[in-house]
C-alpha cells in the first residue's frame, strides 16, 4: 500500500533527520561556546587597552607578590614561608593564613607556560590568569544550566555570564583577586552536584569533592556551598524528593569534603569546628536517619512498620533531647556560638558597625544600593522572577536548587556589596532558563503557523514521536521515583500517558500564539539581548576597568595621567635603605610591600585591630605623641595620601574618620568628639584645635599654601583652617608631581635633652661639649 | 496490660526483621558487615579519644573519618549494587565497583596525607 509504504520510507528518513539535526546542533552548540569563551576573555581586556598590563587595586598586589615569591623559590619555601616585612613587628605566616588557590593556579600556569619555553612574566600570566578563568566559568555555567534545563537554556545562561557586569568588575584583566578564580570554581561544584543528583553516579560525586576542595582553597567564601548543599538536601527531604541519588551526592561530599577542607591551612581544623560548618553535619545525620526509615519502611509490613515507629520515638526522643542540650551548652559557651566574625556581619547586618569597625570601613562590605542592582545585572533584574516560574514549571531536584540558590544569594547579596558577584550566577542561570522557554515557545508557534502543510505534518509526527518518547521517560521516571512515594501518584502518571501523545499535540496546537505577535515578540527579546550586551560593553569599558593605581582624568587640554602612586613608591624603592619601615593607613600596605619592597607596619589584611589602632592613634594624635609611637615600632617613614591638590576624593582625610574610630576603639584617649564640629568633621577655621594639630592633618597640609596662595582644597572645597605651620618631629622628603602621595621621615631624637635630665648622670658630661656648639641661635623644637 | 503488649510487639517487631533481614542476597549482606565493621572501628576510636585525650587531633579527625568515609562509600555501593532499586538497573555491578574503589582510593590518599 502507499501509505505504509511511504510511511515506512518516512521513518528511516525521518530518523536519519534527526540525527543529522542532533549532530548539527551538537556542532553549532561547540561553536557557540567557543565564541561565549573568547568573548569573555575579550570584553575584559579594556583595561589592558586602554592603560597598560598592570595589576589593580590594592588586594591583588598581595598575591601578586606571593606569585612572585612562589615562582622564585617553590612550593616549599611558599607552604613554610613567614613573611617578616609586612605587620612589623609581628609578622605574617603566609603559609598558614593565604588562601592558596590563586597563587598556586597562576603559579602552575607560569611554571607549565614556562616549561614549555613560552617566556612570560609572572605579571603577565597574573595579569590575565582573571580573563581566562571567566571563560571556563561561563563553560561551567552552560554545563550546570544544560543539566537543569537543557542545551538551549545552557547556551543563553552561558553567554549572560560572560557579559555581566558584575562578574566583569571582580574578573577585568589585572584584577588578580581571590574571586577571579573562585567563582570558576564555585560553578563547577555546583554543576557536578547537581550532575551527582541527576545521574547517582559515585564517578562525579568524587570529581565533586575535588572541586569542592580547589573552592576551599581558593575563596573564604566556600562557606556558602558547605551551607547551601545541606539545605537543598534538606529541602529535599522536607518535600518528599528524598532518593537514593540524593544520599549518593551528599554524603560522600560531606566526608570528603570535611577532609580536604580540613588539608588546606587556612581552614585548618575549622572545618568541624566553627558553625559553619555544623549544618552539613547535622544534615548528614538527618540524611542517615531518613535514610534508615526508608530503608526498614521497605523491608517490613506496614502493621510492623507502625509498631516500630512508636517503639523508637519514644526511646529516641529521650536520646535525641540528651544530644541537642549538649550540643545547645557547647554552641553557647562560646560568645559568638561559634561563627566567625565575618559570617556574623552576613546573617546580622548591623553586627559590623556596632561590634567590629574594621569590617564596617570597607567600603565592599557595605549594603548595595537599588540603583546598583541595574548597573550589575541590568536586563537579568527582571528576567530572573520568570526564570524562577519557568524552574517550576517541572520541577525536578537540580531546578530546585536553582531557585534555592537564588534566594539565599539575593539575600546575601543584599547585606553586602562584594556578595553581588555570587548572586551573578544564579541570575544568569535563572534568566537564561527564562530567556530560552519564551524563545522556545514563540519558535514553536511560528513553526506552527508557518505556510505549507508538509512540513506541518512532518512536524507534527516528529512532535508526537517526540512526545511518546517523553511520555515513556515519564512513566519511566515516575516508576522510580514510586518506591519511595505514596503510590497515588504513579496509577495518576499512568493513567495520563495513554491520552497523552494525541493531547499534547492537540494541546500544542492550541497554545500557538498568533504568527505576528510571536514574531514582534521575538524581535523585542533580541533587542533586549542587544540592550543587554550594549549596556556590558559601556560598564566594562567605562566603569569597571580602571586600574585605581593609574588616575587619568580628561580636561579641555587633553589627557591627564596621574601616576602618583607608582612615582612614590619607587622613589621609596630607590632612596631608602632595603630594612626601613613605612607606616602609613592599612590600605597601601600591600602595594607598598609589593612595589616599593619596603617593610610596613599594617596592611589591607586587617588581621590585628589593635595594630591598626595603634597607626590610627598615631595619625590623631599630635606631632609629639605620634613621633613617640612611631619611634617605638622603629617607623623611619611616613606615607600619606593627599588629594586635596586634583581633587582625588579616596586621600587620607576622607578615611580620617575610621582612624579616629579604630583608635578610639582601642585607646580611649582618642575620643571622636573632639574632633568634630557640629558633628561633622571639619578642615577649615571651624575646625576643632584637636583636628589642626593631629598628624594626619599636618602631614597632609604642610606647605599646602605654597601650591596657590590660598590653600584651597579642592576635595573639601573649603579653604584649610591653619595654613602656616612648621613640622617638629618630622621632615618631608618626598611629594610626588600631583601632591597626592606625601613621604615624611622620622626626625632621629636629639642627643641632648635640655633641662630634665631623662637620661643617667654619666651620660650629661659627653653631651654638655655639644650643647655649647648648637645651644645658640636656633629655639630648641623639643620643648 | 499495655506494657506485656509492648513488649510482645517489641518481640513481634524484632522477629519480622530478622526474617525480612535474612531475606537480603549474600553480596548485599557482605557489604552490611563491612559498614558494620567500620563503624565499630570508628567507635574504638572515639572511646580512645575520650580516654586519652585528642592531642595530634589531625590524626584523630583523619582516623575517624576514614572509617566513616568507606563506611558511607560501601552504603552508595550497596545501593547501587541492589537489584530491588530501579534507579540503577542499567548500571552494572562492575561499574559501580569500579566507582568505589576510586572514590575510596582518593580518600585514602587524603587520609595519608593528613595523618600527619
Request: proline share 5%.
Given at each position: 500500500?502507499?501509505?505504509?509504504?511511504?510511511?515506512?520510507?518516512?521513518?528511516?528518513?525521518?530518523?536519519?533527520?534527526?540525527?543529522?539535526?542532533?549532530?548539527?546542533?551538537?556542532?553549532?552548540?561547540?561553536?557557540?561556546?567557543?565564541?561565549?569563551?573568547?568573548?569573555?576573555?575579550?570584553?575584559?581586556?579594556?583595561?589592558?587597552?586602554?592603560?597598560?598590563?598592570?595589576?589593580?587595586?590594592?588586594?591583588?598586589?598581595?598575591?601578586?607578590?606571593?606569585?612572585?615569591?612562589?615562582?622564585?623559590?617553590?612550593?616549599?619555601?611558599?607552604?613554610?614561608?613567614?613573611?617578616?616585612?609586612?605587620?612589623?613587628?609581628?609578622?605574617?605566616?603566609?603559609?598558614?593564613?593565604?588562601?592558596?588557590?590563586?597563587?598556586?593556579?597562576?603559579?602552575?600556569?607560569?611554571?607549565?607556560?614556562?616549561?614549555?619555553?613560552?617566556?612570560?612574566?609572572?605579571?603577565?600570566?597574573?595579569?590575565?590568569?582573571?580573563?581566562?578563568?571567566?571563560?571556563f566559568a561561563s563553560w561551567a555555567t552552560y554545563l550546570l544550566t544544560k543539566e537543569v534545563k537543557g542545551t538551549g537554556a545552557g547556551l543563553?545562561?552561558?553567554?549572560?555570564?560572560?557579559?555581566?557586569?558584575?562578574?566583569?568588575?571582580?574578573?577585568?584583566?589585572?584584577?588578580?583577586?581571590?574571586?577571579?578564580?573562585?567563582?570558576?570554581?564555585?560553578?563547577?561544584?555546583?554543576?557536578?552536584?547537581?550532575?551527582?543528583?541527576?545521574?547517582?553516579?559515585?564517578?562525579?560525586?568524587?570529581?565533586?569533592?575535588?572541586?569542592?576542595?580547589?573552592?576551599?582553597?581558593?575563596?573564604?567564601?566556600?562557606?556558602?556551598?558547605?551551607?547551601?548543599?545541606?539545605?537543598?538536601?534538606?529541602?529535599?527531604?522536607?518535600?518528599?524528593?528524598?532518593?537514593?541519588?540524593?544520599?549518593?551526592?551528599?554524603?560522600?561530599?560531606?566526608?570528603?569534603?570535611?577532609?580536604?577542607?580540613?588539608?588546606?591551612?587556612?581552614?585548618?581544623?575549622?572545618?568541624?569546628?566553627?558553625?559553619?560548618?555544623?549544618?552539613?553535619?547535622?544534615?548528614?545525620?538527618?540524611?542517615?536517619?531518613?535514610?534508615?526509615?526508608?530503608?526498614?519502611?521497605?523491608?517490613?509490613?506496614?502493621?510492623?512498620?507502625?509498631?516500630?515507629?512508636?517503639?523508637?520515638?519514644?526511646?529516641?526522643?529521650?536520646?535525641?533531647?540528651?544530644?541537642?542540650?549538649?550540643?545547645?551548652?557547647?554552641?553557647?559557651?562560646?560568645?559568638?556560638?561559634?561563627?566567625?566574625?565575618?559570617?556574623?556581619?552576613?546573617?546580622?547586618?548591623?553586627?559590623?558597625?556596632?561590634?567590629?569597625?574594621?569590617?564596617?570601613?570597607?567600603?565592599?562590605?557595605?549594603?548595595?544600593?537599588?540603583?546598583?542592582?541595574?548597573?550589575?545585572?541590568?536586563?537579568?533584574?527582571?528576567?530572573?522572577?520568570?526564570?524562577?516560574?519557568?524552574?517550576?514549571?517541572?520541577?525536578?531536584?537540580?531546578?530546585?536548587?536553582?531557585?534555592?540558590?537564588?534566594?539565599?544569594?539575593?539575600?546575601?547579596?543584599?547585606?553586602?556589596?562584594?556578595?553581588?558577584?555570587?548572586?551573578?550566577?544564579?541570575?544568569?542561570?535563572?534568566?537564561?532558563?527564562?530567556?530560552?522557554?519564551?524563545?522556545?515557545?514563540?519558535?514553536?508557534?511560528?513553526?506552527?503557523?508557518?505556510?505549507?502543510?508538509?512540513?506541518?505534518?512532518?512536524?507534527?509526527?516528529?512532535?508526537?514521536?517526540?512526545?511518546?518518547?517523553?511520555?515513556?521517560?515519564?512513566?519511566?521516571?515516575?516508576?522510580?521515583?514510586?518506591?519511595?512515594?505514596?503510590?497515588?501518584?504513579?496509577?495518576?502518571?499512568?493513567?495520563?500517558?495513554?491520552?497523552?501523545?494525541?493531547?499534547?499535540?492537540?494541546?500544542?496546537?492550541?497554545?500557538?500564539?498568533?504568527?505576528?505577535?510571536?514574531?514582534?515578540?521575538?524581535?523585542?527579546?533580541?533587542?533586549?539581548?542587544?540592550?543587554?550586551?550594549?549596556?556590558?560593553?559601556?560598564?566594562?569599558?567605562?566603569?569597571?576597568?580602571?586600574?585605581?593605581?593609574?588616575?587619568?582624568?580628561?580636561?579641555?587640554?587633553?589627557?591627564?595621567?596621574?601616576?602618583?602612586?607608582?612615582?612614590?613608591?619607587?622613589?621609596?624603592?630607590?632612596?631608602?635603605?632595603?630594612?626601613?619601615?613605612?607606616?602609613?593607613?592599612?590600605?597601601?600596605?600591600?602595594?607598598?610591600?609589593?612595589?616599593?619592597?619596603?617593610?610596613?607596619?599594617?596592611?589591607?589584611?586587617?588581621?590585628?585591630?589593635?595594630?591598626?589602632?595603634?597607626?590610627?592613634?598615631?595619625?590623631?594624635?599630635?606631632?609629639?605623641?605620634?613621633?613617640?609611637?612611631?619611634?617605638?615600632?622603629?617607623?623611619?617613614?611616613?606615607?600619606?595620601?593627599?588629594?586635596?591638590?586634583?581633587?582625588?576624593?579616596?586621600?587620607?582625610?576622607?578615611?580620617?574618620?575610621?582612624?579616629?574610630?579604630?583608635?578610639?576603639?582601642?585607646?580611649?584617649?582618642?575620643?571622636?568628639?573632639?574632633?568634630?564640629?557640629?558633628?561633622?568633621?571639619?578642615?577649615?577655621?571651624?575646625?576643632?584645635?584637636?583636628?589642626?594639630?593631629?598628624?594626619?592633618?599636618?602631614?597632609?597640609?604642610?606647605?599646602?599654601?605654597?601650591?596657590?596662595?590660598?590653600?584651597?582644597?579642592?576635595?573639601?572645597?573649603?579653604?584649610?583652617?591653619?595654613?602656616?605651620?612648621?613640622?617638629?618631629?618630622?621632615?618631608?622628603?618626598?611629594?610626588?608631581?600631583?601632591?597626592?602621595?606625601?613621604?615624611?621621615?622620622?626626625?632621629?631624637?636629639?642627643?641632648?635633652?635640655?633641662?630634665?635630665?631623662?637620661?643617667?648622670?654619666?651620660?650629661?658630661?659627653?653631651?654638655?661639649?655639644?650643647?655649647?656648639?648648637?645651644?645658640?641661635?636656633?629655639?630648641?623644637?623639643?620643648? | 496490660?499495655?506494657?506485656?503488649?509492648?513488649?510482645?510487639?517489641?518481640?513481634?517487631?524484632?522477629?519480622?526483621?530478622?526474617?525480612?533481614?535474612?531475606?537480603?542476597?549474600?553480596?548485599?549482606?557482605?557489604?552490611?558487615?563491612?559498614?558494620?565493621?567500620?563503624?565499630?572501628?570508628?567507635?574504638?576510636?572515639?572511646?580512645?579519644?575520650?580516654?586519652?585525650?585528642?592531642?595530634?587531633?589531625?590524626?584523630?579527625?583523619?582516623?575517624?573519618?576514614?572509617?566513616?568515609?568507606?563506611?558511607?562509600?560501601?552504603?552508595?555501593?550497596?545501593?547501587?549494587?541492589?537489584?530491588?532499586?530501579?534507579?540503577?538497573?542499567?548500571?552494572?555491578?562492575?561499574?559501580?565497583?569500579?566507582?568505589?574503589?576510586?572514590?575510596?582510593?582518593?580518600?585514602?590518599?587524603?587520609?595519608?596525607?593528613?595523618?600527619?
Open positions: 500500500m502507499a501509505a505504509p509504504e511511504s510511511s515506512a520510507a518516512a521513518v528511516p528518513t525521518l530518523y536519519t533527520n534527526n540525527a543529522l539535526r542532533n549532530a548539527f546542533g551538537g556542532v553549532l552548540a561547540f561553536f557557540i561556546l567557543l565564541l561565549i569563551g573568547v568573548m569573555a576573555f575579550s570584553i575584559r581586556l579594556f583595561s589592558v587597552i586602554k592603560y597598560e598590563s598592570v595589576i589593580h587595586e590594592f588586594d591583588p598586589y598581595f598575591n601578586y607578590r606571593v606569585t612572585q615569591f612562589l615562582a622564585k623559590n617553590g612550593i616549599y619555601e611558599f607552604w613554610n614561608w613567614f613573611d617578616d616585612r609586612t605587620w612589623y613587628p609581628l609578622g605574617r605566616v603566609i603559609g598558614g593564613t593565604v588562601y592558596p588557590g590563586l597563587t598556586l593556579t597562576a603559579g602552575t600556569i607560569w611554571w607549565l607556560l614556562n616549561s614549555l619555553n613560552i617566556p612570560l612574566s609572572v605579571e603577565t600570566v597574573c595579569v590575565f590568569t582573571a580573563p581566562i578563568f571567566s571563560a543563553t545562561a552561558a553567554a549572560l555570564l560572560a557579559m555581566v557586569p558584575s562578574y566583569i568588575s571582580r574578573s577585568v584583566a589585572g584584577s588578580y583577586d581571590n574571586e577571579a578564580v573562585a567563582i570558576f570554581a564555585l560553578i563547577f561544584t555546583f554543576y557536578l552536584y547537581i550532575k551527582t543528583l541527576n545521574t547517582g553516579s559515585l564517578f562525579y560525586a568524587t570529581l565533586n569533592s575535588i572541586a569542592y576542595f580547589y573552592m576551599v582553597c581558593s575563596w573564604g567564601g566556600y562557606t556558602f556551598i558547605i551551607n547551601l548543599i545541606p539545605m537543598h538536601v534538606l529541602l529535599c527531604i522536607v518535600t518528599g524528593r528524598f532518593s537514593s541519588r540524593l544520599y549518593i551526592a551528599y554524603a560522600p561530599l560531606v566526608v570528603l569534603g570535611t577532609l580536604l577542607a580540613a588539608l588546606v591551612p587556612v581552614v585548618g581544623f575549622n572545618a568541624v569546628m566553627t558553625s559553619e560548618h555544623f549544618a552539613s553535619f547535622l544534615v548528614f545525620i538527618i540524611l542517615h536517619v531518613v535514610a534508615f526509615v526508608y530503608y526498614i519502611k521497605g523491608i517490613l509490613t506496614p502493621k510492623m512498620f507502625k509498631v516500630a515507629v512508636t517503639l523508637v520515638v519514644s526511646v529516641g526522643l529521650a536520646v535525641c533531647c540528651a544530644v541537642i542540650a549538649v550540643l545547645v551548652a557547647l554552641v553557647a559557651s562560646s560568645p559568638t556560638k561559634g561563627w566567625s566574625g565575618r559570617s556574623l556581619s552576613l546573617l546580622d547586618p548591623t553586627y559590623a558597625s556596632k561590634y567590629i569597625p574594621i569590617i564596617a570601613s570597607v567600603s565592599e562590605h557595605q549594603p548595595p544600593t537599588w540603583p546598583s542592582y541595574f548597573m550589575d545585572i541590568n536586563v537579568l533584574a527582571f528576567l530572573v522572577p520568570a526564570g524562577i516560574i519557568a524552574c517550576f514549571s517541572p520541577l525536578s531536584d537540580a531546578s530546585s536548587f536553582v531557585v534555592l540558590y537564588i534566594a539565599t544569594s539575593v539575600y546575601f547579596s543584599g547585606v553586602m556589596v562584594r556578595l553581588m558577584l555570587v548572586f551573578a550566577p544564579a541570575a544568569c542561570i535563572t534568566s537564561g532558563i527564562a530567556l530560552s522557554q519564551a524563545f522556545d515557545v514563540f519558535t514553536r508557534s511560528i513553526k506552527f503557523q508557518l505556510p505549507g502543510i508538509a512540513s506541518n505534518t512532518e512536524v507534527d509526527a516528529a512532535e508526537t514521536s517526540s512526545s511518546t518518547a517523553e511520555a515513556q521517560n515519564d512513566v519511566e521516571k515516575s516508576e522510580e521515583t514510586s518506591k519511595n512515594r505514596p503510590s497515588k501518584k504513579s496509577k495518576k502518571k499512568e493513567k495520563e500517558e495513554k491520552p497523552l501523545p494525541k493531547a499534547k499535540a492537540e494541546k500544542k496546537r492550541l497554545l500557538a500564539l498568533p504568527l505576528d505577535s510571536s514574531v514582534i515578540s521575538l524581535l523585542l527579546l533580541i533587542l533586549l539581548g542587544a540592550l543587554y550586551v550594549v549596556h556590558c560593553v559601556w560598564a566594562a569599558a567605562e566603569a569597571y576597568s580602571a586600574p585605581s593605581i593609574v588616575l587619568t582624568s580628561r580636561s579641555h587640554d587633553g589627557l591627564h595621567v596621574f601616576d602618583d602612586f607608582r612615582e612614590a613608591y619607587a622613589w621609596l624603592r630607590h632612596n631608602t635603605d632595603v630594612d626601613d619601615k613605612v607606616a602609613s593607613w592599612w590600605d597601601y600596605g600591600y602595594q607598598t610591600t609589593a612595589m616599593a619592597n619596603r617593610t610596613v607596619i599594617v596592611d589591607n589584611n586587617t588581621w590585628n585591630n589593635t595594630h591598626i589602632a595603634t597607626v590610627g592613634t598615631a595619625m590623631s594624635s599630635p606631632e609629639k605623641a605620634a613621633w613617640e609611637i612611631f619611634h617605638s615600632l622603629d617607623v623611619k617613614y611616613v606615607l600619606v595620601v593627599f588629594g586635596g591638590l586634583v581633587g582625588y576624593p579616596s586621600d587620607d582625610i576622607n578615611k580620617f574618620l575610621w582612624m579616629v574610630r579604630i583608635g578610639g576603639g582601642v585607646f580611649p584617649h582618642i575620643k571622636e568628639p573632639d574632633y568634630l564640629r557640629d558633628g561633622q568633621y571639619r578642615i577649615d577655621s571651624q575646625a576643632t584645635p584637636t583636628m589642626l594639630n593631629c598628624l594626619m592633618y599636618k602631614l597632609s597640609y604642610y606647605r599646602f599654601v605654597e601650591t596657590d596662595g590660598k590653600a584651597f582644597d579642592r576635595v573639601r572645597q573649603t579653604e584649610i583652617g591653619k595654613k602656616y605651620f612648621k613640622l617638629t618631629h618630622f621632615e618631608e622628603v618626598f611629594t610626588t608631581h600631583h601632591w597626592m602621595v606625601r613621604i615624611y621621615k622620622l626626625k632621629p631624637p636629639k642627643n641632648r635633652i635640655r633641662g630634665k635630665t631623662k637620661k643617667p648622670k654619666t651620660k650629661t658630661s659627653t653631651t654638655s661639649s655639644r650643647a655649647k656648639r648648637s645651644g645658640t641661635g636656633k629655639k630648641n623644637p623639643w620643648h | 496490660m499495655g506494657r506485656a503488649s509492648s513488649k510482645e510487639d517489641a518481640g513481634a517487631l524484632f522477629h519480622s526483621l530478622r526474617s525480612a533481614y535474612a531475606a537480603t542476597p549474600l553480596n548485599l549482606k557482605i557489604i552490611d558487615l563491612y559498614v558494620g565493621f567500620s563503624i565499630f572501628t570508628a567507635l574504638i576510636q572515639v572511646v580512645y579519644m575520650a580516654i586519652v585525650g585528642s592531642f595530634p587531633f589531625n590524626s584523630f579527625l583523619s582516623g575517624v573519618l576514614s572509617c566513616v568515609g568507606t563506611a558511607v562509600l560501601a552504603v552508595c555501593l550497596r545501593i547501587q549494587v541492589n537489584k530491588e532499586n530501579k534507579e540503577f538497573k542499567d548500571l552494572p555491578p562492575e561499574r559501580a565497583f569500579a566507582d568505589f574503589v576510586l572514590c575510596n582510593l582518593v580518600l585514602h590518599l587524603v587520609i595519608m596525607n593528613f595523618l600527619g
